[in-house]
């Protein structure tokens, strides 16, 4: 089997080479970026944060983190119209993400677990899918949870 690779441009990484294979196709891309459609994830060592990187617009590439690495307690039903779509057939289908805002001042990183980043890991195929459970903010502040969290 010849794996096709290309070469993707990136303002973050410069030149990234990626296997086809690991392409995510965001068949409505994602909220204010529609236009966008396929994306790689590109981890960096010794991080828990990972990039969502758009192979279309090397300007566009978002942190992501595995929500149940900062809140193990993380839950969500994935709705039917979702699992049709993504072609989800069983738990091991699925992936999860969440964006990550990182400011200037970075105590006031933030973690948006109110629209997931919904991926079938099998299929490639991805969605932001935004949640109907108040338990979950926009803006979760990362570091102000993660010491309440230390303290309990």
């Given at each position: 089997?010849?794996?096709?690779?290309?070469?993707?441009?990136?303002?973050?990484?410069?030149?990234?080479?990626?296997?086809?294979?690991?392409?995510?196709?965001?068949?409505?891309?994602?909220?204010?970026?529609?236009?966008?459609?396929?994306?790689?994830?590109?981890?960096?060592?010794?991080?828990?944060?990972?990039?969502?990187?758009?192979?279309?617009?090397?300007?566009?590439?978002?942190?992501?983190?595995?929500?149940?690495?900062?809140?193990?307690?993380?839950?969500?039903?994935?709705?039917?119209?979702?699992?049709?779509?993504?072609e989800i057939e069983s738990e091991s289908d699925v992936?999860?993400?969440?964006?990550?805002?990182?400011?200037?001042?970075?105590?006031?990183?933030?973690?948006?677990?109110?629209?997931?980043?919904?991926?079938?890991?099998?299929?490639?195929?991805?969605?932001?899918?935004?949640?109907?459970?108040?338990?979950y903010p926009l803006r979760y502040y990362l570091f102000?949870?993660?010491?309440?969290?230390?303290?309990?």
């Amino acid at each position: 089997m010849v794996v096709q690779k290309s070469v993707v441009q990136s303002r973050v990484f410069g030149e990234l080479e990626v296997n086809e294979e690991n392409i995510i196709t965001f068949e409505d891309g994602i909220p204010a970026f529609e236009n966008l459609k396929k994306f790689v994830i590109v981890k960096e060592e010794d991080s828990p944060f990972l990039w969502l990187q758009s192979i279309e617009d090397k300007d566009i590439a978002f942190v992501i983190i595995n929500p149940f690495d900062i809140k193990p307690d993380y839950e969500f039903d994935i709705g039917e119209e979702v699992l049709k779509k993504l072609e989800i057939e069983s738990e091991s289908d699925v992936a999860v993400f969440c964006i990550v805002v990182i400011p200037e001042d970075v105590k006031q990183t933030r973690v948006n677990l109110k629209a997931p980043i919904i991926i079938n890991v099998h299929k490639r195929k991805g969605i932001q899918y935004l949640l109907d459970d108040e338990r979950y903010p926009l803006r979760y502040y990362l570091f102000e949870n993660l010491n309440s969290d230390e303290q309990k």
